[in-house]
């Protein structure tokens, strides 16, 4: 399977999180509900480098583009 980043996911596309990068910002994310093995589908993309609005296992969440990097999915 191919993997990568959320900031890579178009519109309407979704994957599987295998993954995160960043350890600190890994336990932000984890309490927020984005586990390993989530389906993330991308939602919106915020004009102007705002941020992405994903849905994660049928909950809406918005994250900073700093946080969706380090989010490694699996397609």
Do not use: C
């Amino acid at each position: 399977m191919t993997t990568q980043r959320v900031t890579q996911l178009q519109k309407g596309h979704s994957g599987t999180v295998i993954r995160f990068t960043d350890d600190k910002i890994a336990s932000k994310l984890l309490s927020m509900g984005v586990l390993p093995k989530s389906v993330i589908r991308m939602i919106k993309i915020a004009p102007f480098n705002g941020g992405y609005y994903l849905k994660v296992d049928g909950n809406n969440l918005a994250v900073r583009v700093s946080e969706a990097e380090n989010i490694v999915v699996e397609l």
